[in-house]
Structure formats: structure tokens, C-alpha cells
């Protein structure tokens, strides 16, 4: 073969002696263009800053309420805590009417000296680590505006360069194909060749409503929030019922975005860590092309070796 | 794979762990907060251009009004002067508006009452996240504002207080003119139907309502229109933005 063999031991895997030498192949493939992998990595970083200091606001009144207002008592979660007998803190995370003791996590965690102390989301999960509300919104706002302009960048670039369309948009037969790709999915099966460069349809599913629906819900939410753009976003606040409402659901996206980062890194680990790290950061991806079947080719294989 | 998965779960935890201990550090450093901090000129703004200055805080209906109007902060300012004004049920109490005015004058709340006044039924959103809503009675500070007379150099309206926030530090407040002149822009005297109770306020307190809960001053001691604030306090126009909060608490 001419081509650089990348692929040794699964070549080896696949050629018995005595058959005809169907070998795999690789080729290395320019992927991801340098404005999507800046904008990822700048995503990476905005998303966790967000998170943590957004668990930090979170914890100034750990608890979620349903409508306009809060009423005491009847948030439908609270992360709170109360004393044992002997003086000891408790952690008790409320949802609903259920209760559940979580000291060491929710409600009551160690703080900076190491002693137990009452706060909704531990230490290790807030910036700052310690209780300090005012920069933990210094850290959110800021990085706010780094998310939303990234994303309106990413958004803008995707569709003049039919990135969007393309790439992300399901067609046809990808959507005939839902049912295969769902299976694939679940024996953690992943595609080769030509199929392994384009995206398959929970992906684009998936990329498509974490930038449109979690991402925009969640920008959208925050800002209704805000008691000056409530000024002009009454439908928004009627639609989901109110401030308190809003504030829910930018809770639960929140924690949607750590949902599916949980799942992007894992599907990067099972389709290959390196080549896909690789393929974000220098944007040369490794394919593996399997051994062809048709009769050509293997009289090409053949003679080449 | 064991091994593997021991440094894939390191590499994980340590990327967060850095994450968390490197915003730390920048969040003690002298230029963090200041990079992190010119977000809120931003903030202010792009919230004025899509949320025009003389847009409306929603109004709500009597049925939305809360139980309990909850009351955060001071409850009770423990001065000997607050005191004897409550003991007379603030019969005594007079409000100095100064500084930056044509007409330097002292207001009884019988005085604020003579001047146009509005009713709202509006949500006060505390930074923590909590929100309250309450029907508020007061009189317009645009109105009081025409009837001292703002000279022109005037850029602020600071909220002095009665309340001390401990080590002798008294809380204070500003907002701009035309946050000021905003037509829900009140000096509140009456909550729910009633005197603006003690732990809310009594006898008079801001309202802003298109601005977070510590924007809205209680125990209004006195009023006076400057040009800069930057020799109030610590500078930066309020007790709670001198511990590092936003001057514009629009969200």
C-alpha cells in the first residue's frame, strides 16, 4: 500500500493469511475549520465559568419557586439545612414534599477551613469558592456577554458558510435512519469512513437543540430575570408564568448543558479521545476507511501489494 | 482500563479544580474584578437601548399581592434619633432635600403628600433571587425633584439613611436623573393600604422599580443631588456597591 498504514493492529485483526488482503485504511482529513474550533474552546471555557458562578447566585437563595413570587415554604426545591440534637448541621434538600438528608453536598458542605458550614452547592462546585455573591455576578455577567456574543458569532458564521444547513440540519434519510442510529447509539457502535465525517442524526438532534433551544432558552430566561427587561418582556414572563418560573428553567438548562457535556465527552472517549481532541484543537481528523468489498479495489489491493 | 478511567476521572476533576482555584486567584487580584466588572457599563447600556428609560415596570393585580412583604437587611435601625422619631410615630420626621438644588427645603410626609403622587402594584426582586410583590403609595420623585429645583451640574439623587450597617457606616443609595425623573420612581410612605411598616422601611423609603432590592433605600434620612458621588462613602454610590455589587442593578 502507498498510504501510510495508521491502522496495524486492526489491519491485523481483519486479514487472515490466507484470504485475499483487505486492509484498512486512514486518511487524514481537514475537519473543523479554525473559526469553529476557536469558538468551541471559547464555549468550553464561558459554559464552565457560567455554571460554577451561576451555582454561586444560586446559593444567595438556594432554593426554586414556581410563578412571579416566592412564597416561603412553597418553593418546589429547597437546598436548606437544620441542627441535630447535639448542635450538628444537617443538610436537607427538599423537592416538593420529599425530603432527603445530603450533608457534605447540598445544604450543608465544608467551607474554606474544612468545617461544616450552610450552603446550598459545596465549595468545589462555586466561583469563587467561598460565599461571595457579589463576584460570583461579576464572574456570571461578564462571561454572559462572552457566551452570547460567541454564540451570535458561531450562529453567523454557520449559516454563511452552511455550516448549519449542511452539517446540522437532519435530511431525509437521516431521519428514515433515526431508528438504526438510536441502536447504533446504545452498543455504542460508531461509523467509518465517509459516515464517520459527517454527522449522524442524534448529533445534529442534539447540537441543534442544545444552540436553539438551550442556549437561546437559557440567555432568554436570564434576561427575564432582570427586572429592567422585564420592562419589555412581558409575553416572555406570561408565557412560563413568571420571574420565579424563569429563574426555574434557567436552573434546569443550566444542568441540561451539564447533562449533554457529560455525554458529548463521553461519545469523544468511546469514538476515539485523541483523534477527536486532535480534530478540535489542530482540525486534522483520522479516518478509517474499511477494507472495500468490490472486486476492483481488491484486484487493486492485490497488485499494489 | 482501570488506569485509564483513574486518569481520565483525574484529568476531569483537575480541570474543574483548576477552573475553580484559578478564578480564585483572579478574583483576589487587583484587576480581576475590574476586567470582570466592565460588564455592568455594558449591562447598563444595552439594557437602555432595549429597554428604553422610560419603559414600564409591569404592574401587577391586587389577587398577586404577597402575604407577607418580606423585609431583608435592617429591621430596626437601632439610632437614638430613629428612635424618638418612631416613638412620636414619625410625627417629627422631616426629609432635607440638598445639595445640587435651587431650593434647598425640609419635607414633612404631610408635605409629600400634597405634591402628585402615584399607587403601584409592583415585584421587588432581590440579588439573592427571591421576589416580592407589594402595592406601594408614595409620592413621585420627579415631583419633588421640580419642586427643589435641580441645578444643572446635578447629575445624582443619593438616598442617605437612618439605618447603620455596623462600624458606623450608614447605608446610602443614588441613582441617576433619569432614573429619578422614571414616572415609577417613588418615595414610598405607604405599603399594602397601610404606613410603610418598620422592618420595609417606615417612614419613607425608594422605590425603583426597574432595579434590584438593595437599590431601594429604607429609612430615607435625607436627599441630596450631587454631581459625582466619589467622596460618599467608599465611591461607588450605595453601601451595597461599595462591597463590591453593581451601581446598575438592572439584573
Redesign the interface.
Known amino acids: 500500500m502507498n498510504s501510510p498504514d495508521l491502522t496495524a493492529n486492526v489491519a491485523d485483526a481483519e486479514t487472515p493469511i490466507s484470504r485475499p488482503i483487505r486492509r484498512w485504511r486512514s486518511r487524514v482529513v481537514y475537519r473543523h475549520k479554525l473559526p469553529i474550533r476557536i469558538m468551541h474552546w471559547i464555549n468550553v471555557i464561558a459554559l464552565s465559568v457560567m455554571f460554577f458562578s451561576g451555582l454561586q447566585i444560586f446559593n444567595a437563595d438556594p432554593s426554586l419557586s414556581w410563578g412571579q413570587k416566592t412564597v416561603p415554604g412553597k418553593q418546589w426545591l429547597v437546598l436548606g439545612a437544620r441542627e441535630d440534637a447535639s448542635g450538628k448541621l444537617i443538610g436537607i434538600t427538599r423537592i416538593g414534599q420529599h425530603q432527603f438528608i445530603t450533608t457534605g453536598v447540598l445544604g450543608v458542605s465544608a467551607g474554606s477551613d474544612g468545617s461544616p458550614q450552610v450552603r446550598g452547592f459545596p465549595s468545589w462546585l462555586t466561583v469563587p469558592g467561598p460565599t461571595w455573591l457579589a463576584m460570583g455576578r461579576r464572574w456570571h455577567f461578564f462571561f454572559a456577554w462572552v457566551f452570547v456574543l460567541n454564540g451570535l458569532c458561531y450562529v453567523g458564521y454557520s449559516l454563511s458558510r452552511k455550516h448549519l444547513q449542511r452539517d446540522l440540519w437532519p435530511t431525509r434519510s437521516d431521519w428514515r435512519g433515526i431508528g438504526r442510529s438510536i441502536v447504533d447509539h446504545l452498543r455504542f457502535r460508531h461509523p467509518h469512513g465517509d459516515e464517520a465525517l459527517r454527522y449522524n442524526v442524534l448529533q445534529r438532534l442534539a447540537y441543534l437543540t442544545v444552540i436553539f433551544v438551550f442556549g437561546a432558552g437559557i440567555v432568554l430566561m436570564g434576561l427575564a430575570m432582570s427586572p429592567r427587561m422585564d420592562t419589555v418582556l412581558g409575553p416572555v414572563l406570561d408565557l412560563v408564568g413568571g420571574r420565579q418560573s424563569a429563574r426555574t428553567i434557567h436552573f434546569i438548562i443550566a444542568w441540561a448543558f451539564v447533562v449533554f457535556v457529560l455525554i458529548h465527552l463521553f461519545e469523544v472517549l468511546i469514538s476515539g479521545l485523541a483523534n477527536q481532541l486532535r480534530g478540535m484543537i489542530t482540525g486534522y481528523y483520522r479516518v478509517d476507511d474499511p477494507p472495500t468489498a468490490t472486486p476492483a479495489t481488491i484486484d487493486k489491493e492485490l497488485s499494489d501489494d | 482500563m482501570t488506569d485509564r478511567r483513574a486518569f ?1 476521572r483525574m484529568t ?1 476533576m483537575g480541570a ?2 483548576l ?3 484559578g ?2 486567584r483572579i ?1 483576589q487580584s487587583s484587576w480581576g ?1 475590574k ?6 457599563g ?2 447598563h447600556r444595552v ?1 437602555a437601548l ?2 428604553p428609560s422610560s ?4 404592574e ?1 393585580r391586587e389577587a ?1 399581592i ?3 412583604f ?1 423585609a431583608n437587611g435592617t429591621t430596626m435601625p437601632g439610632s437614638a434619633v430613629y428612635q424618638t422619631l418612631l416613638a412620636n410615630q414619625f410625627r417629627d420626621y422631616r426629609l432635607p432635600v440638598n445639595g445640587l438644588v435651587s431650593r434647598p427645603t425640609t419635607l414633612s410626609i404631610d408635605d409629600l403628600k400634597k405634591l402628585d403622587m402615584r399607587t403601584q402594584i409592583t ?1 421587588h ?9 407589594g402595592k406601594w403609595q408614595g409620592t413621585l420623585l420627579s415631583a419633588v425633584l421640580d419642586h427643589v429645583g435641580v441645578q444643572p451640574q446635578a447629575r445624582y439623587v443619593v438616598f442617605h439613611c437612618f439605618d447603620d450597617m455596623g462600624l458606623g457606616t450608614p447605608y446610602y443609595e443614588s441613582v441617576d436623573l433619569s432614573e429619578a425623573r422614571h414616572p415609577q420612581t417613588l418615595l414610598a410612605y405607604g405599603l399594602n393600604d397601610r404606613s410603610v411598616p418598620v422592618p420595609n422601611g417606615a417612614p419613607l423609603r425608594l422605590r425603583v ?4 432590592g438593595y437599590k431601594q433605600a429604607k429609612y430615607i434620612s435625607r436627599i441630596e443631588l450631587v454631581a459625582s458621588f466619589a467622596s460618599i462613602g467608599d465611591g461607588h454610590g450605595g453601601y ?1 456597591e461599595d ?4 451601581w446598575y442593578a ?2
Open positions: 481520565l476531569m474543574a479544580g477552573i475553580v482555584a478564578c480564585d478574583s474584578p476586567v470582570l466588572g466592565s460588564a455592568e455594558l449591562n439594557q432595549l429597554a419603559a414600564m415596570a409591569r401587577y398577586d404577597s402575604a407577607v418580606r415585584r426582586d432581590c440579588v439573592e433571587g427571591w421576589s416580592v410583590i422599580s426597574r432595579q434590584l451595597w462591597q463590591g455589587y453593581e438592572g439584573i
